[in-house]
């Protein structure tokens, strides 16, 4: 089973700035990896999948990259709306298919 | 506009059964793989179970594989996950989760959610 580890847990950042989130997988990915947003009693959202491509009406300020084992997710010029928990996701080898254990993204 | 609605929740004993639905309208149904995933109490997701687009083929996690089954009804665009056996550790709320791409790649990226639905296990 592949272990999805993300980092920091939490992230306490001011509206406006820009943010990297980490997420390593136990084992090589290529680039199957999908980064899901989830806000407080809502299901999540997709946001990136294939590791860097943006899922449909997703705002261009968030961009995700890497490949192999190490991933980040980018969210330049936070709004309010982007304060959430973020998960990653692997789906090189499955099943089963794996989650990381989110990080939180919240307001300083 | 692509809808998922699940329903079937409740609380119930462990060893107990329950049947989650859910209801998809707005794609063709038939041409996507459908997953269950669940999230217990203050935790974060799990992936349960994957059906194919004809229902030909499944996939659990190990934690439920032998005590869960999942199957799709086309004709009515519905997925089902029939859990039976319940552990207190199957608390969680479910969502259904459709794949985003209904090409041959069956790739589990999921783009649409449903609204959830809770399951309790305890006596």
């Known amino acids: 089973e592949i272990m999805m580890t993300q980092s920091p847990a939490t992230l306490s950042v001011s509206p406006g700035e820009t943010v990297t989130l980490s997420c390593r997988a136990s084992q090589n990915l290529s680039t199957k990896l999908a980064w899901y947003q989830q806000k407080a009693g809502q299901a999540p959202r997709l946001v990136i999948y294939g590791a860097s491509a943006r899922a449909t009406g997703v705002p261009a300020r968030f961009s995700g990259s890497g490949s192999g084992t190490e991933f980040t997710l980018t969210i330049s010029s936070l709004q309010s709306e982007d304060f959430a928990v973020y998960y990653c996701q692997q789906y090189n080898e499955w099943p089963p298919i794996t989650f990381g254990q989110g990080t939180r993204l919240e307001i300083k | 506009e692509v809808q998922l609605v699940e329903s079937g929740g409740g609380l119930v004993q462990p060893g107990g059964s329950l049947r989650l639905s859910c209801a998809a309208s707005?794609?063709?149904?038939?041409?996507?793989?459908m997953s269950w995933v669940r999230q217990a109490p203050g935790k974060g997701l799990e992936w349960v179970s994957t059906?194919?687009?004809?229902?030909?083929?499944?996939h659990f996690t190990r934690s439920v594989k032998g005590r869960f089954t999942i199957s799709r009804d086309n004709s009515k665009n519905t997925l089902s996950l029939q859990m039976n056996s319940l552990r207190a550790e199957d608390t969680a709320v479910y969502y259904c989760?459709?794949?985003?791409?209904?090409?041959?790649?069956?790739?589990?990226?999921?783009?649409?959610w449903g609204q959830g639905t809770r399951v309790t296990v305890s006596s």
């Open positions: 059906i194919s687009g004809t229902g030909g083929t499944t």
């Open positions: 707005g794609f063709t149904f038939s041409n996507y793989a």
């Open positions: 989760a459709k794949y985003r791409s209904d090409s041959g790649n069956y790739n589990p990226e999921f783009d649409s």
